[in-house]
């Protein structure tokens, strides 16, 4: 028997759109201090169940909802968003979307400083939220100059500082390299251990395991299990991310290769995978600009003997970024792939190996996150590049689309194309890489270990 009032209790929680059912008769209470861990594979119905409960859902994105659910004591769906958004401070899976600000400081406090809170009181929260998320060096930087995983830091220091009494994350280390994502769990124990009540939607999970109190699992809009966490653990993975921190181990060093890109001492073999990894912030995004002629930079880079410049090397270079909505422009999937076209091709054996038979008349933005970046893939196939550089290419991806990723970064390798990924995610480095070059800060890389 439950003592206290939920912070959130949805019951018979339905959420239709264009005939597409999101969320089915979904049932969830979460008490004051929970933390809870909602996970499943994509399109499980995750972000929609925490877009309801922010109140986006219907305010923002057009949706039938049916049912009943309280988010603090009020209705998120009839509520003012600026009431809901006092009781629950959201991070978003890219949280490029969600800042107003134009500096790291002034985003932290904005949340605060609307709900009208001393000075001294803001300046000190910022400064504890700062130290808790490694930003205190960031604090005078412009947004536009964060990395994805420094923005990721500053969204959900900027959660803290506000003292919601729900925090919604989701996929909030998506981003986020190996030692940011120990802190962030380090981060979540104390916003539990203080009170808090947390629901965080993720793929990845060892880094919650101790952390949370409950695991809820959804398949198909529907929650199919909802157990204690060390239940949870206890049981087969199936289909999720791994349980278990994965191991660095040690890739071959990038200079070692025979024909290639070279970038001064840096050498990407051909027909080979290069994994990219360092902290948020040290320079792999900049190298990656770099790389594909986007950004000025000194020394020489190098193609099978032969010096690129910029201009040529963004024509022989195809870029997958972190945010592919930001690199397609076709009205059709068919269209996409002509604006990149050498020649008469047909695009339909290569879409249908792409896994994207069947969708040449789809909007691109209209394709799900996994079929967007085949998409890219598939413009820098038609398009014959002999680079191809992947940033993030997994982030906020389940195992099932990881894997699915992991054979479309093989399949560019092995038709011949220096192949170069910038990464935070082992278990893909795991899979697909055949060496490794590390950046251990803005102007300096290092070569990996190699592996035994």
């Known amino acids: 028997m439950h003592s206290s009032r939920p912070v959130v209790h949805a019951r018979g929680l339905t959420l239709t759109t264009e005939q597409t059912v999101l969320l089915d008769d979904v049932n969830l209470r979460v008490d004051p201090g929970e933390a809870v861990l909602i996970t499943g594979r994509s399109g499980a119905g995750k972000s929609s169940l925490l877009r309801v409960l922010n109140g986006l859902v219907p305010h923002v994105y057009p949706g039938s909802l049916s049912g009943s659910v309280e988010v603090g004591g009020i209705d998120p769906a009839t509520a003012d968003l600026a009431v809901t958004g006092r009781i629950a401070a959201t991070v978003f899976q890219n949280p490029r979307t969600q800042f107003f600000a134009t500096d790291v400081l002034s985003e ?18 910022i400064d504890e939220a700062a130290e808790r998320f490694e930003l205190t060096g960031l604090l005078g930087r412009g947004m536009t100059e964060l990395s994805g995983g420094e923005r990721q830091r500053v969204a959900l220091a900027a959660a803290v500082v506000s003292r919601p009494r729900l925090y919604l994350l989701d996929e909030p280390t998506a981003n986020l390299d190996a030692a940011s994502t120990r802190h962030f769990a380090e981060a979540v124990r104390d916003l539990r251990e203080s009170g808090a009540t947390l ?40 289909g999720l991310r791994s349980f278990e921190e994965p191991p660095e181990n040690p890739l071959p060093p990038a200079s070692l290769g025979g024909d290639g890109l070279i970038v001064e001492n840096a050498r990407f073999p051909r027909g080979a995978v290069t994994c990219v990894t360092g902290r948020n912030g040290a320079g792999k995004s900049t190298l990656l600009r770099m790389l594909v002629g986007l950004h000025k930079a000194k020394g020489k880079v190098q193609l099978d003997g032969r010096e690129l410049s910029p201009r040529r090397r963004r024509a022989v270079c195809a870029a997958v970024m972190q945010d592919v909505n930001r690199q397609l422009f076709g009205e059709s999937v068919e269209d996409e792939l002509r604006l ?46 002999e680079v191809i550089v992947f940033d993030e290419p997994t982030s906020g991806l389940d195992l099932e689309a990881m894997e699915q990723m992991a054979e479309v970064i093989r ?42």
């Open 199 to 238: 629901i965080i939607a993720e793929h990845r999970l060892h880094h919650l395991v101790g952390v949370v109190d409950r695991v809820v699992r959804m398949e198909g809009g529907r929650i199919v299990s909802d157990l204690p966490a060390e239940e949870f653990w206890a049981m087969p993975r199936a």
């Open 411 to 452: 399949s560019c390798a092995e038709q011949g194309a220096v192949v170069i990924v910038v990464t935070h995610d082992r278990e893909l480095v795991d899979r697909v890489g055949d060496y490794e070059l590390r950046v251990i800060a803005p102007q300096t890389l290092a070569r990996a270990d190699a592996g035994g």
């Open 108 to 125: 932290i406090a904005l949340g605060a400083s609307n709900a009208g809170l001393p000075r001294e009181d803001i300046l000190r929260r």
């Open 340 to 385: 990149g076209l050498r020649g008469r091709r047909d695009c339909r054996a290569l879409l249908a190996s792409l896994g994207l038979a069947g969708l040449e008349d789809r909007h691109p933005l209209s394709l799900s996150g996994g079929q967007r970046q085949r998409l890219a893939v598939a413009t820098a196939r038609i398009a014959e590049a």
